[in-house]
């Protein structure tokens, strides 16, 4: 399997297993969200249908208490008096309060009147036994909801005068039926009021949710349900939020997937190319393009770093063997001359017997030997110093029994050893084929550079050559045409430059280098 693959299959699982605990951990919060808000709704619900049973109760106790503390009532309890029965306890009052229970009491719990009536539907009816046995009870005032055959509000109050200053004649008893309709006409929505099937709250889910609230009597006993349903919106919502949420996850991760590929493949391309340069790499000069700092381009970086090396060392390796060959060249040319003047002395001295033969061949020896010592430091590459241009000419002058003269300072150029034989082969160039029997040397000190005019006073160099005499083995009298382009390779080596100069009595070569 390609990297490319293993990379997207690494992907595809990651955003896989992240999306699907996203998933599951959403699902498991909008569910838990959802139960929060349902259970609300139902709380808010359930407080309405109890508030509005504590409504009916209030109204019922005021109703109660404003004919308990009338005066004429008062006076009833110990008249009896028929009138007041007439004007105020007939049927239309009974429908007017919304009542169907109304009874009077004497301080001994003895009946002085009852009377029930259904003023929802406009008859008559008994006084449930019930009642009869919950009027046995009463010992104070009180209001709440009592099990008479079916769930009923009550209201129990003292008869007093207005001004209730004088004591308790008796009690007085309203009542009236729970019915379902009054509640739902509260509330707003519609209740039940049913046989209890359960002592707690409870509800349960279907295409709505059922709830059943307990109602409590005064003596805390459940004595019938409340029962209403409730649209579970929230369900849908989160249903919904559910769906959304599960599509957007799909959607982000599948792009995650193309983002992150689509990144790493670009990265994987990078490192491609990297491997794509080097290996249709031909010249070490070029490089790598860098862009951006990440790890891959550290990696560039550290790459073309390392061609910068195996450049220098090329360069190196180069140097060295352009050193090689033109201390080959050299020997060639300078050796081969020193040798065939010692040939020359020799035969000349055999001939004669004269010790001045001797000892010019002595002394072309000992030039042979700094020759060869000058040619191990090009060898070995010894780094440029500063060398005095004026020592350096006494010391090639003293090979030559020529006149010569110097004109400067002690000026200073940055050279090696090379140097020596750039001077010797220009002074040996002006002899041995311009003929001179005289050269003067005339430094100049020009800012950073160092410029040295070796000016010889011999034939000169026809115009037609001026162009060829710093070639590789252009020679114009048979020699092998190496000594100035010897001269001038040195001179291009330490970073100067070599030229030619032409005047009627001969000719100059004029060497500017940096200065020591």
């Known amino acids: 399997m390609s990297v490319r693959r293993r990379f997207l299959a690494v992907i595809v699982f990651t955003i896989l297993v992240m999306g699907s605990v996203s998933a599951v951990f959403t699902v498991f919060t909008m569910l838990s969200l959802s ?131 004088d004591e308790a004649r008796g009690w007085l008893i309203f009542a009236r039926k729970v019915y379902d309709e009054q509640i739902s006409a509260l509330v707003g929505f519609p209740v039940q009021i049913v046989s209890p099937r359960f002592t707690a709250l409870s509800y349960f889910y279907s295409d709505n949710v059922t709830v059943f609230l307990p109602v409590k009597d005064i003596w805390g006993n459940t004595v019938a349900n409340a029962v209403f349903s409730v649209y579970p919106f929230w369900l849908e919502l989160s249903s919904n939020s559910i769906k959304i949420v599960l599509i957007s996850v799909v959607i982000t991760a599948s792009v995650l997937t193309f983002a992150i590929f689509a990144m790493l493949d670009r990265e994987l391309r990078r490192i491609l190319s990297v491997g794509m340069f080097l290996k249709e790499l031909k010249d070490f000069r070029e490089r790598i393009s860098v862009r951006g700092d990440d790890e891959i381009s550290e990696l560039a970086k550290n790459i073309n770093m390392l061609l910068e090396r195996i450049e ?30 010692i040939s020359l002395f020799a035969e000349l001295g055999s001939e004669s017997g004269e010790r001045k033969y001797y000892d010019r061949i002595r002394q072309i020896c000992e030039d042979i030997v700094r020759t060869l010592s000058r040619l191990r430091g090009l060898e070995e590459k010894e780094g440029m110093r500063s060398l005095k241009l004026k020592e350096v000419v006494e010391e090639v ?87 100035l382009f010897i001269a001038r390779k040195l001179v291009e080596r330490y970073g100067g430059k070599l030229t030619f100069e032409s005047h009627k009595d001969g000719a100059i070569f004029v060497i500017k280098l940096p200065k020591g």
């Open 35 to 165: 139960k929060e808000i349902g259970d609300r709704v139902i709380i808010e619900k359930v407080e309405l249908v109890n508030s509005a049973l504590d409504r009916e109760i209030d109204e019922i106790d005021k109703i109660c208490k404003d004919w308990a503390y009338w005066d004429d009532t008062y006076e009833f309890i110990l008249s009896r008096n028929q009138e007041y029965i007439k004007s105020n306890l007939v049927n239309e009052t009974f429908i007017d309060i919304e009542m169907n229970y109304i009874i009077f009491l004497d301080r001994q719990k003895k009946v002085v009147w009852a009377g029930a009536y259904d003023w929802k539907n406009g008859t008559s009816m008994e006084i449930p036994e019930e009642l009869y046995e919950f009027i046995k009870s009463i010992d104070s005032e009180f209001k709440g909801i009592v099990d008479l055959q079916s769930p009923t509000f009550v209201a129990v109050r003292n008869i007093l005068p207005s001004e209730g200053s």
């Open 397 to 483: 002058m003293e090979g030559y029994d020529v006149e010569w003269n110097w004109k400067g300072g002690e000026a200073a150029v940055l050279a090696d050893n090379g140097i020596y034989t750039v001077i010797d082969n220009i002074v040996h160039n002006s002899i041995t084929h311009g003929k001179t029997k005289r050269v003067d040397f005339e430094v100049t000190d020009i800012g950073k550079t160092v410029e040295l005019r070796i000016k010889d006073y011999g034939v000169g160099i026809p115009e037609e050559l001026r162009d060829k005499i710093f070639e590789e083995g252009f020679s114009a009298s048979g020699s092998t045409g190496l000594g």
């Open 312 to 341: 220098r060392t090329a360069q190196e390796l180069k140097t060295l063997n352009d050193a090689l060959s033109l201390t080959n060249k050299i020997m060639r040319h300078d050796i081969k001359n020193k040798v065939a003047a």
